[in-house]
């Protein structure tokens, strides 16, 4: 053991026992194209065994954000994982890219290898759910960086979509219909706000709250992110998509009108959809105004296929076949912006 490591707060044992234990984790996402072993320099993936004949790969990295702090106050580290690999795997998704591959960072003060266990049988669980491989990470034990048993943790996954089905928005157009499919909660975004809305109303994350059944509080708030990637691939080849919103940081406002071409705008329609009791709660505890609440949070949507209004109900259909609530929430217009119109 490098004892003078170890007085200077790095844990070498510690390190090598958390490979040990995520090995059978790893070994669980193993898909076609998947190559080496978890302890390798690189993760590999050999792309010639999928039969694409022009490949285009798509990226993407995130994090969770300040959710962590809602983690570290409930002690419950088995779902950050499914969140770090939502939030990048949902994104190259909205590219029609199918996420081949994972790895993760987790970096943190002390070293407790069950700790880092659980976050990365939670990335797991997340891979297995977008059926992509975790084939690499890192761990990084970093003293007087961050306090206590905090840690942060972020996320990168590759994708790929054939040439000719990338999907860009290029062909989204106006009388175009949005089906928006429902999330689980807060999923990842807003956080910061979340908190604050939490510590101004006196609340605590152990509070059992009767607008959720009695849930605690911090529970709900944990509640992972909605991983899309199966559901919508089956859409995708079913349908002629033009347009994928994954809803993130920046709500309605930011994120559909990624999609969209110079002159043309959107029409929501509120009602047409369940906005969760999590969003409303939120709203009332922070005297948030609620056009704002659709420029900060999902609202109960968390993915928007855009497609011809011909094509929804086909849409609607694949995705209940999966379990997914889903309905056309609005429509492209030819002015430009973001109406929210309560039917």
């Not at 999330?183 to 939490?198: A, D, E, M, P, Q």
Request: aromatic letters at 6%; one cysteine or more.
């Amino acid at each position: 053991m490098a004892k003078t490591y170890e007085n200077a707060g790095v844990n070498l044992e510690a390190g090598y026992e958390v490979v040990r234990r995520i090995k059978q984790h790893v070994a669980s996402t193993s898909r076609t194209g998947s190559m080496g072993n978890i302890g390798s320099f690189g993760g590999m993936f050999d792309l010639s065994a999928l039969n694409i004949k022009e490949p285009v790969l798509v990226s993407g990295t995130d994090g969770v954000g300040t959710k962590l702090k809602i983690a570290f106050a409930m002690d419950k580290h088995d779902t950050i994982g499914i969140d770090a690999v939502a939030m990048c795997v949902n994104d190259v998704l909205a590219q029609g890219a199918e996420p081949l591959i994972f790895l993760d960072y987790v970096a943190l003060g002390h070293n407790v290898p069950e700790k880092v266990e659980a976050i990365v049988k939670g990335v797991a669980e997340g891979c297995r759910q977008a059926g992509c491989a975790l084939v690499g990470g890192e761990t990084a034990e970093m003293p007087g960086m961050y306090e206590g048993d905090e840690y942060d943790i972020a996320g990168y996954t590759t994708g790929v979509v054939e040439k000719s089905k990338l999907i860009d928005g290029s062909k989204v157009k106006v009388g175009d219909v949005l089906v928006g499919v429902a999330s689980t909660g807060v999923h990842s975004n807003g956080f910061s706000l979340v908190r604050k809305i939490v510590s101004d109303a006196g609340l605590n994350y152990t509070d059992e709250i009767p607008e959720f059944g009695g849930r605690k509080l911090g529970e709900v708030l944990l509640t992972p992110t909605k991983i899309y990637v199966k559901q919508m691939l089956d859409v995708i080849r079913q349908c002629d998509v033009h347009g994928i919103c994954h809803i993130t940081g920046g709500g309605f406002d930011e994120n559909i009108p990624r999609v969209l071409q110079k002159g043309q705008g959107l029409e929501i329609h509120e009602g047409t959809w369940e906005i969760l009791p999590v969003f409303k709660m939120l709203e009332k505890w922070g005297g948030v105004p609620h056009r704002e609440m659709f420029n900060i949070f999902n609202m109960g949507v968390g993915m928007i296929a855009v497609v011809d209004a011909s094509e929804a109900e086909k849409v609607i259909s694949i995705l209940a076949s999966h379990g997914e609530k889903a309905s056309v929430i609005g429509r492209v217009t030819d002015k430009e912006g973001v109406n929210i119109v309560l039917l």
